[in-house]
């Protein structure tokens, strides 16, 4: 059984950074394909960044140049880099895990960008 657990979030000031972790717990990470999401009230989730077990990255457009996702898989991570962040950008963020017919998501981790 997969479990995911994220951590990094906070309360941050448009134009500063964050960084956030997924930290993976079960077998085969290196299968799934690994991607953050965000969510905001009365929204459906939608994919912010996704890295394939070839290594293929994906960003939504709205964050490119600004985040970088990365996997660590000795250490079954999955680190999001948030740069230049801006008040659009809050919102829950979920880690997700994706292979075959499976699919797991972590509780979320809130990021809230205010001045």
Excluded at 2 to 19: A, D, F, K, T
Excluded at 48 to 67: E, M, P
Excluded at 85 to 96: A, F, H, S
Aim: charged content about 20%; glycine content about 10%; some cysteine.
């Amino acid at each position: 059984q997969v479990q995911l657990v994220e951590s990094g979030g906070g309360l941050v000031q448009p134009g500063e950074s964050l960084r956030l972790t997924c930290s993976f717990s079960g077998d085969a990470f290196w299968l799934y394909e690994m991607g953050w999401y965000r969510q905001t009230p009365g929204q459906e989730r939608e994919l912010v960044a996704a890295v394939t077990r070839f290594d293929t990255i994906k960003y939504a457009d709205s964050v490119l140049g600004r985040f970088t996702i990365s996997r660590d898989i000795s250490e079954r991570t999955v680190l999001l880099q948030m740069t230049n962040l801006q008040p659009d950008d809050t919102g829950v963020y979920y880690c997700n895990a994706d292979f075959s017919s499976e699919s797991y998501w972590g509780q979320g981790t809130q990021v809230t960008v205010s001045s």
